[in-house]
């Protein structure tokens, strides 16, 4: 920010002065001199902003009031540019994007002299993907900027993301044109880039023809470096221009670059037609590629998926004896999708079970990896006894193999033997102590067995520790999502054991006659240790989500950056995988988990507010038992911190909110921490999405809890229209069903909510009978025989309990294999 020849008055020389110092990030003597300004001059609109601005990024006791004062700036001088500069700032600062734009431009609007402000403003728009108003800008700053070619990529991109893209073309042949004689070798990259851009932009406009004709120009003068996207383009141009037949040729130049690339046999196939030709002219082409690439595994491998009975068993026989007579560990991996057709299954069998009987006996190495194979087979079917067996036979001979351990482990898990599998896993990751990654697997399987202290004690041996007693922190520092994502559920599971136990124990008062000091004692302490584990589960959880915002904060600098290095299509790619950033499998399994918590806390605000309170009477603890306490709660502090400066490592600021608790600052004021309403509301919007069945889920609980029952219809009516038989959809039409029904619900609610349910599920309405509607729902929705529909069962007998639903359970327990029966006992706790 420059301070131009905007001041005169003494006032004003103070304020470049306080600028100054802003800049050189002297904030504690850039508020000292606002200060002296403001006392003089109670109406200088700037002092109030920058002092705002100054505040924020201070340490200073009043950093809290810096909005306080941006507004007091604002309410004074909103048309002044410097006034709103400085806003846009602030905004952007706090990550507020959207207010920042909304700054930004208005300070243009308002004749600021600062060009830099077009910057940050496209920085803005395009982090909130505000296309539509994104190409003001950025061709703004190119008309102020125009000697860099950067800003004319960018002008590009910005018309690109519009889908204006004649005038995205003619931008960048424009700058083609200027600096066509001026290009030295360190531009070649840059201008490279900027041609495949080109080409792709001719190509999203719909022009394939042109697209290939000037991709054929860009071979010829070879100006192209990624030659191995130039022959992708190429061969996809070719297909869709109706030329199957010169495409097949580009495809034998890029196996031949790459010839472990499957998806080239599958394009080569479908250029030759042979995709759609007889079982005997497939393997033949593909007998003829193994010939040209013979170390290549894809030629090998494709033709067993689309052969069948001896033809199959044959080459089969060729493919896995091959491998493991050379031993390799990975066999069983490499003919996993062949388990898929079950008639495979026995064939797959008979091979490795006849060789592992005759031929390989005569080499122990050969025999190790081939029960190492059957091994898993017997697992992947399920066979767990047969499984362990095996494992055990293999170990006995090679008792070193740090891989058969780590089936062992496998195995065991599967049987819900969760502490021996984890001491089995162990003993794999003492076997190599180099080894991350069955450090990291170990990790996990204590984590599974609720052995937290265990997996952090294991972990840390690869983190770094200085100035800690374990990884921790770390581990939140490296972002190590899945650690994160399995101590949640760890402390989560933890917790609903200890609830389970203290409402048998605990939980009633006056449950115990004439309580004496040690049960009272007692009972303390676990009520600490209950409101300790659940508040831990939702830190971590907590966790996950701050990275994946970190995640989303992150591409901010790149909107600048990759213009400046020339990289415009790794840079939309960029853009496509942070619009899909929320929708990633771990994110949404954290956001399913912290979901069930936090509704867990607020269904039961009376119990989580007892729990949350100190209890009323006279512990008498003694002095030693005081000491005591507060030694092994500081202790538990630093083994459990995930921050440096975290204030409320247990989360408890957290459950005080949701549980509806006011929390009280030292002198008594009440203070709001957290808006649960606009978290929730925040994270449902998050993972809102047409075709994600665990974001509809999360979008549907969120809603159904704040009574906004229309947008629940809407989250069940959308998983219905991609998956009719979802285990969802039983729950969820139950539970709106009730809601229909209830008391307090408006009477015109329940009449959008009834014409809504009729759209898709007018039988199940007709039904009066609550037992015949849960045959229904068993019938339609709860047949498949896995977890999931296990859980929605639990769900619906939540909503409405009853013998048919206890039945399914009953019978899904029996399909389901020991893990996932321990699973569903944790979700059965209530």
Known sequence: MTAANLFANKDDNHFREALRLYEAKQYKKTVKT?????????????????????????????????????????????????????????????????EAAKWYDAAMKNNSSNKGILRDLSSCLTQIRDYKHLVTPRLGYLEDQPAYRANWTAAAVAHYLNGQYKNAENVLTKIEELISDHLADADMFE??????????????????????????????????????????????YLEELGKPEQASFVYRKLLQRNSDNVSYYYSLERCLGTDKMSVSVRLALYEKLSKFYPRADPPQFIPLLFLKGEMFAKKAEQYILGQLRRG???????????YKRKSNQEVLYKIVRKFYDGESKENPLTR?????????HYYRLREYSKALEMIEEVICTTPTLVELYIVKARIFKRLNKLELAADTMDKARRLDLQDRFVNCKATKYFLRADKVSKAVDTVSLFTRNEGTPNGVQDLHMMQCVWFLTESAEAYFRLYKLDLKEWQEKYYKEGSEENPDHIYLLARENFRKKLIRTLGLAIKRYRAVIKVFEEYEDDQFDFHHYSMRKGTPRTYLNMLHWEDELYHQPLFLRSAVGITKLYMEVLGHKDLYQKLLCAPDHNLNKTKKEKKDEVKKHEELVEYSRGYAKDQDVFGESTLKAYAGIPEKTKNGTVVDVIDTTAELMKLASRVDKETSVDGLYVVFRVNQYLRKYVLGLQALNRIYSFDRNNHNVGYMYLQLLKDMKGDDTQDAIKRILQIGLKKNFADLLEMDEDESLARKLVENYFQKDNLNTAISVV?????????????????LKEQLDPYSCGLLEYEQIN
């Open 34 to 98: 606002l200060d002296g300004i403001l006392k003089r001059n109670p109406q200088h609109y700037e002092s109030f902003s920058l002092k705002g601005l100054a505040l924020y990024y201070s340490n200073l006791p009043e950093k809290g009031q810096a909005l306080e004062y941006i507004n007091k700036g604002i309410s004074k001088g909103s048309t002044d540019p410097v006034v709103c500069h400085i806003t846009g700032l602030y905004y952007r600062a706090v990550k507020n994007y959207k």
């Open 328 to 338: 390799v560990p990975a066999t069983f991996v490499n003919v996993k999708p062949l």
């Open 368 to 376: 190790c990896w081939t029960g190492y194979y059957l091994a898993q």
């Open 795 to 811: 769900e619906a007998q939540r909503v409405e309990a009853s013998k048919v639903f206890e039945a399914r359970l009953m019978d």
């Open 191 to 236: 201008h490279s880039e900027c041609l495949l851009f080109k080409n792709r932009i001719i190509y999203a406009s719909g022009d394939v023809e042109r697209a290939y004709d000037h991709l054929l120009v860009l071979e010829k003068e070879g100006q192209v470096g990624d030659g191995l996207k130039l022959q992708e383009y190429k061969a996809q």
